[in-house]
């Protein structure tokens, strides 16, 4: 079974930092492409940050150069660095994690944590 856990989620005022976590089970983390998703209220959840296996990283065009996603895979951790935060970027954080088994089908499985709120706020 397939477990990830986001954490550091909170509030923070206009301009500041958070740095959000993903832990997962199994070397997940190490072995697939992960990503980080946001969801705000009413909207749809939206893809903000992807990782390869291999490690480069591609963003939205809404947090380019605020959001960095690496990951530690000696540890088997996501990370999403979170910087000049804006109002805007309040939302839910999933953590995800695509994970291909040739043997059964559709072969491809989609995994998510339970979010972590950030909320940005004066």
């Known amino acids: 079974q397939v477990q990830l856990v986001e954490t550091g989620g909170g509030l923070v005022q206009p301009g500041g930092s958070l740095r959000l976590s993903c832990t997962a089970s199994?070397?997940?983390?190490?072995?697939?492409?992960m990503a980080w998703y946001q969801q705000s209220p009413g909207k749809q959840r939206e893809l903000v940050a992807a990782i390869t296996v291999g490690g480069a990283a591609d963003y939205a065009d809404s947090v380019k150069g605020r959001f960095t996603i690496s990951r530690d895979s000696t540890k088997n951790v996501l990370y999403l660095q979170i910087n000049s935060l804006r109002p805007e970027d309040t939302a839910v954080y999933y953590c995800?994690?695509?994970?291909?088994?040739?043997?059964?089908?559709?072969?491809?499985?989609?995994?998510w944590g339970q979010g972590t709120q950030v909320t940005v706020s004066q």
């Open positions: 199994d070397h997940i983390i190490s072995r697939n492409a």
């Open positions: 995800n994690a695509r994970v291909i088994d040739s043997t059964r089908w559709p072969y491809e499985f989609e995994y």
